[in-house]
């Protein structure tokens, strides 16, 4: 065990100074958008590359955790990869010892654990990341960290780079009726970071979390699948 020394310093204002930078740190990448629809769960993420040298999209945002469960990550993609494969650890750890997977809330505690220790030991610093972790483990579930390992069920959210606009058209054009079926809600999360900036194909990930029982299912759209659905909405 780590010895307990901590490196955050207050401010004035009763504020800890690392994870005030942390949050800013999360909101300097790309942009994440997560809707709860009548039949799926859609994650959705924006970078686009600032150099035509770089290949498009060649890391996403985006980590499957488990077959109805995933994560999306706003801020530092190193920070993001080793919250992701800490969460992806534990489902594989959960299911070989006990024979269960563990539910979309239990992985948020998980993380936010995680995220609020690197603010106490020494030798460390907070995560410069905000999640949205959304799933099937039962029934549709979506749930948003902060760089503060604050964490709140919501129904529909941003995170990340002028997560601000697309919370605020997510607040006027959300509508849980009217998001009957996937393509919907693809649609509505698409044009929540259109809200944002714009975008092609190649400049965004979508997962698409469904589920019946007690199983999920995990699902990536294919750069044809995006296009054909970014036409839709122009």
């Avoid at 949050?23 to 150099?51: D, F, H, P, R």
């Avoid at 809330?105 to 936010?112: A, H, P, R, Y």
């Avoid at 919907?184 to 990930?205: G, P, Q, W, Y």
Wanted: negative net charge.
């Amino acid at each position: 065990m780590w010895p307990y020394a901590p490196v955050n310093e207050f401010s004035e204002d009763g504020r800890l100074n690392q994870v005030e930078y942390a949050n800013k740190a999360a909101q300097l990448n790309n942009t994440i958008v997560g809707i709860v629809g009548k039949s799926c769960v859609v994650i959705a993420s924006m970078k686009k590359e600032e150099s035509r040298l770089l290949a498009s999209n060649s890391s996403s945002s985006i980590h499957r955790i488990d077959d109805g469960i995933a994560a999306a990550f706003a801020g530092i993609p190193g920070d993001a990869r080793v919250l992701a494969s800490r969460a992806q650890e534990e489902v594989v750890r959960r299911r070989f010892e006990l024979g269960e997977t563990p539910s979309l809330s239990m992985i948020s505690q998980l993380l936010e654990t995680r995220m609020q220790e690197a603010t106490m030991l020494a030798g460390t610093r907070p995560f410069g990341v905000a999640i949205l972790l959304g799933g099937y483990t039962g029934k549709l579930e979506l749930v948003k960290i902060d760089a503060n390992a604050g964490s709140s069920g919501i129904k529909a959210g941003a995170a990340g780079k002028k997560a601000d606009e697309a919370t605020s058209f997510l607040e006027q054009n959300y509508n849980e009726d009217t998001l009957v079926d996937e393509s919907e809600t693809v649609k509505l999360a698409l044009k929540a970071l259109r809200a944002v900036d714009t975008f092609a194909a190649d400049d965004i990930s979508v997962a698409v979390l469904t589920g019946s029982g007690s199983s999920g299912n995990y699902k990536s759209l294919s750069k044809t699948e995006l296009q054909t659905t970014i036409e839709s909405i122009v």
